[in-house]
């Protein structure tokens, strides 16, 4: 049905006013923005059917480019605001694959509906004027009435041109058509940054395994190194408004802990020390005086913190914004007035749209939201000059890249500025906002076999992130290969590649019941990382965990539990499959678990003072069996496999900047560790083991990250 304008559309508790286009519970209006109004008002009108995504898009965001993430999260707000619950639906029903369809029942309510002595049947206060007038009092009213709607219309129409304006913009970047240049190669340039007048870009660069900072003159290309190699590891820069100092962050490359901050002259010279422990973001303000930066210690009361303090030297150190655990902040910007710095801030443990972009301000510490939109990760911030907006870099599931966006100041609205399929990270505006410099990001991990035999001659079978053996002899792996996160199966010998899920969704972490073959893995298809299940054919794909959720590890051998870990904590769960029954197993929050064979025990890593500790807990007591010291104390414990046999472990060893691996056995016996093979340099994300014991696989590889600019947008 079509909505008419004078008519009030009941459901449940609710009343929506056509007309006023406003939703009301208990005669309360409730705080719903443009597009929820909208996305209700085509659910309503079509009542009973399914709207497809498409359409719905369509009809929302008419004359806008966006994502289904965009939807998803609409609708997510839309459902908190009518308090519906998506397992549970009274109000909005999600069709899987194909739309929303609105199932509450819709009563249409005449504004006057007059009975046939004219007197008032049903009534509703509008405005301050009741809704049974008689005749004479109608025609009173007509001007008035008139002279309301020419006010409305007036207001409507200023409220159009007022947002229309706010998302134009003279910034030469955004009104220019879509330019992009290389300005590295090698994969090795981790952070860029332009100066203000828009002639250098001051980079990173790595080479043998020592970090570098570069400048480079755009226009003639020339390349001119600053500060020479070294051991120290960097992780942000940022120009000085006269372009004449750079103030990065860095800590010795094998060092644990936060970074700290360094000043110095962009023409050379020894630099200075100005901020100790802070993480890598930091910021300037446009007068040269402060710098704003962010510390995390990770405690539970204060998980990070937002800092202001003098530029010049560091002093006057003062907290401006805080969060408890997981929520952290991220980069942050100092605005073009001075008065306020921008900050990303949340948690996407749980691979859920769930980092948002804050704005406080300086002197009194006010907070204010700037979006009502979430990501999945916010990675960095550009104000533009005239601080109707700010561009970022940020990814949005159900998009696995992440994209440049622009978010309005005034409005909140969000658009994506990019359409390409690269992923960009770091984000650095000119003065003018003429040009920008971004780093762009590559995911290149791999899937090696070994045998346990002979380790040393191992040998690539696909590109995969996630990694597990079936008892058939058939491998599961998860893999980008198809442009996003999808499970696949293949034969040890390389043949017989098969794509099991397809969906826009992130699914990894595979895990196999030796009880009946099915697989487990975790899927953030519903808005946040749940464990699913399907049949050893990607058939029967069907969601196990509904409320804490994560990524799949262990299936008992007789198929009654799965054990997983909290997509949000880290710590350890089990699900009966059968009666999907949630329940908290160790309150442990830990990177990786590894299984006995029989489930009853689970191993860990975990620092006792300044070394690490391989830790046995058996399950069924929830207490520490035995305490193992890997081969070399200091080094992080990746990944651990328990043997078939039961009787020793395996497990991978690295140093601070996840280089340098080795794997190793250790026998339960209490023996010595032994060092089985080197694994090389490459990050290393998995390791796993066939049932038999006799081959193990690990995923390895990289990310690569070059610097580009940018001249256009549009």
Known sequence: ???????????????????????????????????????????????????????????????????????????RQLRKALEDDAHHPVYIETVARRGYRFIAEVKEVFAEQQSKNGSSQTSFQNNGFAANHTPKSKKFLIPIFAACALLVGTIIVGSWYARSKSLQTDTPVLAAPFSS?????????????????????????????????WLRQLESSNNVEIIPPSDD???????????????????????????????????????????????????????????????????????????????????????????????????????????????????????????????VEIESGTERELTAQKFFNIKSLAWL????????????????????????????????????????????????????????????????????ENPAAGRVLADATTVAFAPNGKII??????????????????????????????????????????????????????????????????????KTGGFPLFTTPDGKWLYYQSGLNRTLWRVAIKDREEQLILNKEKYRFAFSPDGSQVAFSE????????????????????TFHPGDRKARVLDIAWLPDGKSMIYILANNELENNTLWRQPLDGGTPQQITDLGNEEIYQLALTPDGKTF????????????????LK
Request: hydrophobic share 35%.
């Open 1 to 75: 049905m079509s909505l008419n304008g004078n008519h009030l559309y009941r459901f449940g508790a609710f009343n929506f006013d056509a007309e006023e286009n406003v939703l009301r519970r208990d005669n309360k209006p409730v705080s719903l923005t443009p597009k929820m109004l909208e996305l209700l008002r085509v659910l309503i009108s079509h009542h009973g059917q399914i709207v497809n995504k498409n359409d719905l898009m369509r009809a929302v965001w008419t004359d806008s480019f966006v994502e289904e993430g965009n939807l998803t999260f609409t609708i």
């Open 181 to 213: 240049e290389k300005l590295s190669t090698n994969g090795k340039v981790f952070i860029a940054v332009i100066s203000p007048d828009g002639k250098n870009a001051v980079y990173t660069n790595s080479s043998s395994g020592k970090q570098s900072v």
């Open 233 to 359: 590891a960097y992780f942000g820069l940022e120009f000085s408004p006269d372009a004449n100092f750079l103030y990065f962050s860095r800590r010795p490359r094998y060092a644990e802990g936060q970074t700290d901050i360094y000043r110095v002259s962009i023409f050379g010279g020894v630099p200075s020390k100005i901020i100790s422990e802070a993480q890598g973001w930091i910021s300037v303000s446009p007068d040269g005086a402060k710098i704003s930066f962010v510390r995390c210690y990770y405690r539970e009361e204060e998980n990070c913190s937002l800092w202001i303090a003098d530029a010049l030297d560091g002093k006057n150190e003062r907290k401006i914004a805080s969060r408890p655990r997981p929520i952290r902040i991220g980069d942050n910007k100092i605005s073009p007035d001075g008065k306020t710095v921008a900050f990303a801030v949340g948690q996407s443990e749980n691979q859920a749209n769930e980092f948002g972009l804050s704005e």
């Open 385 to 452: 000059p005239d601080k109707n907006g700010l561009l970022l870099t940020a990814s949005k599931i159900p998009i696995k890249n992440s994209l440049i966006w622009r978010v309005s100041a005034t409005t909140g609205e969000v658009e994506p500025l990019t359409k390409d399929s690269e992923s960009y990270s770091a984000l650095s505006l000119d003065k003018e906002a003429s040009r920008l410099v971004s780093t762009q990001v590559k995911q290149d991990f791999r899937l090696h076999l070994f045998q346990m």
């Open 477 to 546: 792996f998860s893999s980008i290969m198809s442009g996003n996160d999808e499970i696949w199966s293949i034969n040890a010998d390389g043949s017989g590649q098969r794509q099991l899920t397809n969906n826009s969704a992130d699914e990894s972490a595979p895990v196999i019941s030796p009880a009946d073959s099915s697989i487990f893995f975790a899927s953030n298809r519903t808005g946040a990382v749940h464990v699913w299940r399907m049949n050893a054919d990607g058939s029967n794909q069907t969601q196990i965990t509904q």
């Open 607 to 626: 620092k006792q003072g300044e070394e690490r500790i391989l830790t046995i807990v058996s399950l069924a007591a929830g207490q520490i069996t035995k």
């Open 697 to 712: 696989a690990v995923v390895q590889g990289g990310w690569r990250h070059d610097a580009v600019l940018l001249k256009g």
